[in-house]
């Protein structure tokens, strides 16, 4: 393996883990407050539509990004309804807004665009560029920097480095401050909380407005940053795959993060093995490694590699005793 | 957030169903509405399309085989307290085992021991796919959920990586295994019907249709009608309950999900053996999340699950006549009213409770507002 190929592949990794990291923090933040998300992958999905059809709507970012936050802040809000004010089933109501996503997105698709579901690539000026595309030109031909330093890390837009720097965010967040710690407390034992006297419904609101601003990013990311447009079900799984890396990350950002780089790495690596043999082990099927996420979260689940715990109320709705 | 009064029991069990299932259609109406059609005349195109002719009628019925299925799946695990989101994974794997034995021994066995055989071992299939994941959740204490739907991905990806690398016929351009010898098809409703003397038309219906009805019937008594069905509710309704009456909710996860998979599992028999004859990709498509939808509107009953799956089976069948018909019309309508029947109907079913409540105090009258009164 040459150094382009070591860089590309730091890239391209990068560029997956992004939409991983953004969403597995989205669920990060609502599981610890207690709220199951199945939805992730729903309200990515609204949040890559939304940003698509604004972007394409009033021709600005900043535009395409605020309508796919408000977009999936009301799809959250949704969830809290029904679970929290009305203590629904979470798994359910997440199941709900993953089959809502898919059909609405693609319907509102076709009424508005006719094309099939598509939404028209949004122009250039409205897509996320390369964020120091002087220094990656300045690097290269620089033997070893010009192309890790360079095309590997540096090459990047604004996006992939907002999704890194919201990890120890979130972990300060929830780590270090007094509304983290109520949120954290929320999640194992609300009883407790309430009668702290904080409101344990405002708290899991809290948790999921944060949760939908984050979904909202995520699902941008993939319509502003990675594809042109919006392609029907274009999540393909993004958002369970977020949901595993939470988990294989132990409810815990900076577990989550490596995760998520875990994840991103076998999907670049997946698609570069194609059809190569690997000494002493032969072809490795394409399908083995992108199950992979899958299968080791399973088996960590299964507490065969390290223990997870999940936060205590995780799923139980809270209802105040009168 | 108030704790709303006991409804009785005749109008939660048909009332508040209905006024949620009419909120959901409510809502796919809207948004019909909104994308500039007109509800009126795709519900009647709809309709037609799917009960208006034998054609349409006998893919409705096939739509609804499936859905019978999944549907069931979702109920047994439910009510042993389980939500068993894996039905997706559990039915691809049922397929999986129905085709594999088809390709290995359709050429020599005959059919009438051929066709048990593939019901057989796509059951089994279906239900080891689901038994994993409750095993772990019993013994191991990871949740099910979770775990279902990691199965649901590493299914999909073993049916890819199998007929990729081992069951594509090469040089073939389409990702599909060679098709069953002629024994290992299950006979279409059309050469039923021919049997019976009586002109059916041709359409993917099959007999397979008998089979989900006869599943429908013993999922009914083996869950109200048989102790291993008392113990699977008991344990539903409260394991640590069950537990002090000397049942062991462990085994009962277990065989929850294994039921649970190994009716999923049969969807093989209407989609592989009855339809395709032979293995491909997508034969479940999202049946296993239409599972969901039709046992929360079928209220987790065999007869209200067979109700929910023809309405389904409708759906899919009028929705893809109107996307002909209609303009702009596609059949990710009937997802979107999926996903609201599982909003209204499921997360939110009680929400509209106290409405109810209140509307059906109107109607008793004063005797059972002073009641209620006293209570609050």
């Known amino acids: 393996m040459d150094e382009a190929m070591i860089g590309s592949l730091i890239a391209s990794t990068l560029r997956v883990s992004t939409p991983l990291i953004l969403c597995a923090l989205a669920g990060l933040l609502s599981e610890r407050s207690g709220v199951i998300d199945i939805g992730l992958e729903g309200k990515m999905l609204f949040a890559a539509f939304a940003a698509g059809a604004a972007g394409v709507a009033f021709g600005s970012t900043m535009a395409a990004l605020l309508i796919a936050m408000g977009t999936t802040v009301c799809l959250s809000w949704l969830h809290g309804l029904a679970c929290v004010s009305h203590r629904g089933d979470q798994v359910v109501s997440g199941v709900a807004i993953n089959i809502i996503a898919v059909g609405m997105t693609a319907v509102l698709g076709i009424a508005w665009f006719a094309q099939g579901g598509q939404t028209p690539a949004v122009s250039g000026d409205v897509r996320m560029q390369s964020m120091m595309p002087g220094v ?21 837009n604004v996006m992939v480095y907002l999704a890194l720097a919201l990890v120890p965010a979130v972990w300060w967040l929830l780590f270090r401050t007094r509304f983290g710690l109520r949120l954290r407390a929320v999640g194992e034992n609300a009883h407790m909380v309430d009668a702290a006297g904080v409101s344990v419904a405002r708290m899991r609101y809290a948790a999921l407005t944060l949760n939908g601003l984050l979904c909202g990013l995520a699902g941008s990311y993939l319509v502003l940053a990675q594809n042109a447009s919006f392609v029907p079900n274009m999540t393909a799984g993004r958002g369970f795959m977020a949901l595993a890396a939470m988990i294989f990350g132990k409810w815990h950002p900076v577990g989550a993060l490596w995760a998520c780089l875990l994840f991103g790495f076998l999907d670049a690596v997946a698609i570069r093995l194609q059809g190569v043999r690997l000494p002493g082990i032969g072809e490795v099927p394409v399908q083995a490694i992108q199950a992979l996420p899958y299968l080791l979260t399973v088996i960590l689940l299964a507490g065969f590699i390290g223990r997870t715990v999940a936060p205590q109320a995780l799923g139980r709705p809270y209802l105040k005793e009168r | 957030m108030t704790s709303h009064q006991p409804l009785p029991r005749w109008a939660d069990l048909v009332v508040l169903p209905i006024v949620n299932l009419a909120v959901a259609l409510l809502a796919a109406g809207f948004m019909v509405w909104l994308v500039g059609q007109n509800p009126l005349e795709v519900i009647t195109v709809l309709v037609h399309g799917a009960f208006g002719t034998q054609r349409g009628l006998s893919y409705t019925l096939y739509y609804a085989t499936t859905f019978v299925f999944t549907g069931l799946a979702v109920a047994v695990a439910f009510h042993g307290g389980l939500f068993n989101i894996g039905g997706e994974g559990q039915a691809i794997l049922g ?13 020599s066995l005959p ?7 593939m019901l057989l071992v796509g059951a089994l299939f279906g239900m080891v796919w689901a038994a994993v994941p409750a095993y772990l959740q019993a013994y191991r204490g990871s949740h099910v959920v979770i775990t279902t739907i990691m199965f649901n991905f590493l299914a999909s990806s073993l049916l890819v990586y199998l007929l990729v690398n081992h069951l594509k016929v090469p040089g073939n351009m389409s990702v599909e295994s060679a098709s069953f010898a002629a024994s290992a098809k299950l006979p279409s409703m059309h050469t039923f ?20 009805l006869l599943a429908a019937v013993g999922v009914y008594f083996l869950l109200w009608h048989t102790r291993l069905g008392y113990d699977l509710r008991a344990t539903g309704s409260s394991a640590r309950a069950a537990e002090y009456a000397g049942i062991n909710p462990k085994h009962q996860v277990i065989f929850a999900m294994g039921v649970s998979g190994a009716l999923a599992g049969m969807v093989g028999m209407n989609e592989i053996a009855g339809v395709n004859g032979r293995l491909m990709l997508e034969y479940v498509s999202g049946a296993g999340f239409t599972g969901i939808a039709v046992s929360l509107m079928g209220r987790s009953h065999p007869f209200g699950i067979v109700l929910a799956s023809i309405l389904f ?7 893809a006549e109107v996307s002909f018909e209609v303009r702009g019309f596609s059949r990710d309508m009937v997802v979107m009213l999926q996903g609201f029947i599982v909003l209204f109907s499921g997360a939110m079913a009680y929400v509209l409770a106290p409405a109810v409540a209140w509307a059906v105090g109107l109607v008793r009258g004063g005797a059972s507002t002073a009641k209620g009164a006293a209570h609050g």
């Open chain 1, 136 to 156: 990656v030109a300045a690097l290269e031909g620089v033997p070893v920097v010009g192309n890790i330093l360079g095309q590997g890390f540096l090459s990047h």
């Open chain 2, 95 to 107: 397929g999986l085992g129905t085709g594999l034995v088809a390709l290995w021994l359709a050429a």
């Open chain 2, 111 to 117: 059919a009438w021991l051929m066709l048990p055989l």
């Open chain 2, 193 to 212: 019907m021919q049997w019976l003397g009586v002109e059916w038309p041709n359409s993917p219906l099959n007999t397979s249709v008998f089979l989900a």
């Open chain 2, 313 to 319: 089976g409708a759906l899919f069948q009028g929705g």
